[in-house]
C-alpha cells in the first residue's frame, strides 16, 4: 500500500443508518488519529489511539465510535448518521516520537440527508 | 483555553515573498507544525519547531517564539503551485495531540 488509505473516497448516506469508514496504513505507526474537517473551522479530532489496543476521545467524539485490534487499521464507525456529520474525514498517522509528522490519508467525503 | 489564531486569507504575487502568522495559547506546548493542503487534497507536512528561531528549508521557512506565542511561514519566490491553505497546528507533549488553527487560504496572483 505504501502510505495510508481511506476508503470510500465519498459516500452519500441517509440520516439514521450506520457507516463504517475504513483507514490503514502501512507504515508500522503506534498513533492513528481521525479528524473532520469543515469549511472554516479546521481539523477537528474526533478520536485518536496512541498504540495498538487503546483509544481516546478527541474534541467531537459524539456519535462517532473506532476500535484499534491491530497496528495497521483504525475504522471510524458512525452508529446512527445524522446531516451534521456531513464533512470531510482524513485519517492520519504517526510514528509516535515528539517530533514525528502526522501522515493523512486522503479523505473520505461523506454527505448524510 | 487553548486557542489558535490565523489569517483566514492572504493574497500575493508570483515571484514576490509572503509571511503567515500563527499565534496559540495552548497548555502543555512542545512544538509547532506547519502544513499544506491543496484543495481537495489531504494537509502535507512542510515543517516543524520546537525551538526558539528560524528553520529554513528551501523556498520555505518557519520561526517560532515560544515565550510569545508566535510562529510564521515564510514563503520566498512564490509560485502558482504554492495557492494552498497553510494550517498550523500546536503539539501538545502531554498527550501527543495537534491543536490546529482554521488555516490560511493563499491566493497567488500573475
Known amino acids: ?113 | 483555553g487553548q486557542n489558535i489564531d490565523q489569517p483566514t486569507e492572504m493574497t500575493a504575487t508570483e515571484g514576490a515573498i509572503v509571511q503567515i502568522n500563527c499565534t496559540y495559547q495552548t497548555s502543555g506546548f512542545n512544538g509547532l507544525f506547519w502544513y499544506q493542503q491543496h484543495a481537495g487534497e489531504a494537509p502535507t507536512f512542510l515543517s516543524y519547531n520546537v525551538l526558539d528561531g528560524l528553520e529554513e528549508k528551501g523556498r520555505f521557512s518557519s520561526f517560532l517564539s515560544r515565550s510569545k506565542g508566535y510562529s510564521y511561514l515564510l514563503l520566498k519566490e512564490l509560485q502558482m503551485k504554492d495557492s494552498a491553505s497553510y494550517l498550523c497546528a500546536a503539539f501538545q507533549g502531554s498527550n501527543y495531540q495537534l491543536i490546529w488553527g482554521a488555516g490560511t487560504k493563499l491566493i497567488i496572483k500573475p
Open chain 1, 1 to 113: 500500500i505504501a502510505g495510508i488509505t481511506q476508503a470510500p473516497t465519498s459516500q452519500i448516506l441517509a440520516a439514521g443508518r450506520r457507516m463504517t469508514l475504513r483507514c490503514t496504513q502501512d507504515m508500522r505507526h503506534n498513533a492513528m488519529y481521525w479528524y473532520r474537517q469543515d469549511l472554516g473551522l479546521g481539523l477537528r479530532l474526533i478520536h485518536y489511539s496512541n498504540t495498538a489496543g487503546t483509544t481516546g476521545k478527541g474534541e467531537v467524539p459524539d456519535g462517532y465510535s473506532v476500535s484499534r485490534a491491530n497496528t495497521d487499521d483504525f475504522p471510524l464507525t458512525l452508529a446512527s448518521a445524522v446531516p451534521s456529520q456531513t464533512s470531510v474525514y482524513f485519517c492520519a498517522s504517526r510514528l509516535g516520537g515528539d517530533s514525528d509528522e502526522q501522515f493523512f490519508g486522503p479523505g473520505t467525503r461523506l454527505t448524510v440527508l
